[in-house]
């Protein structure tokens, strides 16, 4: 055998995987045919991450007015912008090819296809292994009668690469990456217009979480139609004309750019997985614990294994599917936080408050506004929440939610108390820095027992 450990893919998933089998002594390699860093890096988070940073700073310059600053009006200079934003990414999927080459895993270019259950062909190139890590990720889902063209409607790839600024915009799919995109439009200046099949944005958040996120939005001036299908679109000189399905009521609505973001497909097909005997379920790869197939030297991870399509769920798969090859006792048991980063951000984890009446828990529930935190003021925000839901009989911390500034790293303390099986009580008794965003998640708890200091107290069952 060539290898002991052979990696297909080097997304988070796959160049975690690839890393910890070689820290753990294993001959390794990763095959990578496209991008080395995979979608987080090169067309997903990081970038989306860096131009949402930008409309942040455009909106804070606008909003300092209120409070006696003027900046004037900001001129956006967008080669300049691409040029930031590409050299972010160059720096990290730079940094992932020395990590690999400093943990001595060998750096396959080319597309992998399986021979048979031990050798992978890359070219002309045939390379066999004892275990194979299967880590070839998503791709975006395409809308028939909204095609991407690249230019005028756009996936998130396209809408990644900001040459111009569309003066109308619009996002078909009300989850992450449409909201976000929707936010660095609108920020960058144009008229943005969100749709989405469901009857609420985000459909897998809480809904009051949801519902701030929402408020904030039209706030500030973005159209959200929701329960409502694009159905199709005809271009015209004056723009796209897309047709619009809500209630039964037909409607028009002509923009300058589409972005298509209604979910991502599994890339499970087309590797000669199945050839070799491995189960593959509308393009995913099902996997037990240890993220193994049901041929067991051959492994899964990340977004072809399940949903939620999340770098984090991905990097942690890749290391336990690593250990497991490496011979320990490794499973993949742990709740998984989301965030949606827009601004405000959108944070989650563990159970929604339906999620916990479900699973049949008498929930306990506690909302602090963020209107009323003294940090939230002097940041000059007036929304968002965080809100908590508790099992009533055991006082556990079933679920957390919040919209607010920096929500993404708060959810980090509250994932830590789930897996820690803390009650509402300990983190109610848990002294927190005054002033600041994260005493929210405090008095959120202290609500759901009715004894919160800075708000008039509902206790909500
Ligand atoms: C616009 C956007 C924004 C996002 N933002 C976030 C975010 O903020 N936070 C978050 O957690 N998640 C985010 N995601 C999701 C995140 O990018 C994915 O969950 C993550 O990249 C999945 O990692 P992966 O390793 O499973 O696969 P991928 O990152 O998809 O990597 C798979 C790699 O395998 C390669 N490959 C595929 N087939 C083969 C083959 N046959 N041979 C060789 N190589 C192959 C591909 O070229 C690719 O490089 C975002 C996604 C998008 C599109």
Redesign the pocket.
């Known amino acids: 055998m060539d290898y002991e450990v052979l990696v297909?893919?080097?997304?988070?998933?796959?160049y975690h995987a690839a890393i910890r089998a070689a820290q753990l002594g294993k001959k390794t390699a990763c095959?990578?045919?496209?991008?080395v860093?995979?979608?987080?890096l090169?067309?997903?988070?990081i970038p989306?991450?860096a131009l949402l940073h930008v409309a942040e700073d455009l909106r804070e310059a606008k909003h300092a007015k209120s409070y006696g600053i003027d900046f004037g009006e900001p001129k956006v200079d967008l080669k300049k912008l691409e040029a930031w934003k590409s050299g972010v990414v160059q720096k990290l999927t730079g940094g992932v090819r020395s990590l690999l080459k400093g943990n001595k895993v060998d750096l396959i270019e080319?597309?992998?296809?399986l021979k048979d259950p031990h050798t992978v062909q890359v070219g002309d190139r045939s390379v066999t292994a004892e275990k194979i890590i299967v880590?070839?990720?998503?791709e975006?889902i395409e809308i028939p009668g909204f095609e991407t063209d690249g230019e005028r409607i756009v996936n998130?790839t396209g809408a990644?690469l900001v040459s111009e600024v569309p003066k109308r915009f619009l996002a078909i799919g009300g989850s992450?990456?449409g909201l976000?995109f929707s936010d660095i439009y609108h920020a960058l200046g144009s008229d943005v217009t969100v749709v989405e099949l469901m009857d609420e944005i985000v459909p897998t958040a809480d809904r009051d979480a949801a519902k701030e996120l929402r408020k904030s939005f039209e706030k500030r001036g973005i159209k959200i139609l929701t329960s409502t299908k694009a159905l199709n679109q005809k271009k015209t000189a004056d723009g796209i004309e897309v047709t619009l399905e809500r209630g039964g009521e037909r409607e028009t609505l002509v923009v300058d750019k589409i972005l298509v973001a209604v979910g991502?497909k599994p890339?499970g097909t087309g590797?000669g997985l199945e050839e070799v005997g491995v189960t593959v379920e509308r393009g995913f790869v099902p996997t037990n614990a240890h993220m193994q197939t049901n041929v067991p030297h051959i492994y899964a991870?990340?977004?072809?294994t399940k949903p939620p399509?999340?770098?984090?769920?991905?990097m942690k798969e890749?290391i336990v599917a690593a250990e497991h090859a490496a011979g320990k006792p490794a499973a993949y048991d742990t709740i998984v936080p989301a965030?949606v980063?827009t601004s405000p951000e959108l944070a989650s984890v563990g159970m929604t408050e339906q999620e916990a009446k479900d699973a049949g828990h008498k929930v306990r529930v506690g909302v602090f506004p963020l209107a009323a935190s003294g940090r939230a003021m002097t940041l000059g925000v007036s929304e968002g929440l965080v809100k908590v839901i508790g099992d009533e009989e055991t006082d556990l911390l079933l679920g957390f939610h919040m919209v607010g500034p920096a929500a993404g790293d708060m959810v980090a303390e509250a994932a830590l108390a789930i897996e820690m099986g803390a009650t509402l009580e300990d983190i109610s008794l848990t002294q927190h820095a005054h002033p600041t965003i994260a005493e929210s998640f405090m008095e959120a708890a202290e609500a759901a027992h009715g004894m919160a200091i800075h708000v008039a107290n509902k206790r909500r069952r």
């Open positions: 297909i893919g080097s997304g988070p998933g796959g095959v990578e045919q496209e991008y860093g995979g979608v987080c090169n067309v997903g988070c989306t991450k080319g597309r992998a296809t880590a070839t990720g998503s975006p998130s990644l992450a990456i976000e991502r890339r590797l991870i990340g977004d072809v399509l999340l770098a984090h769920k991905a890749g965030v980063y």
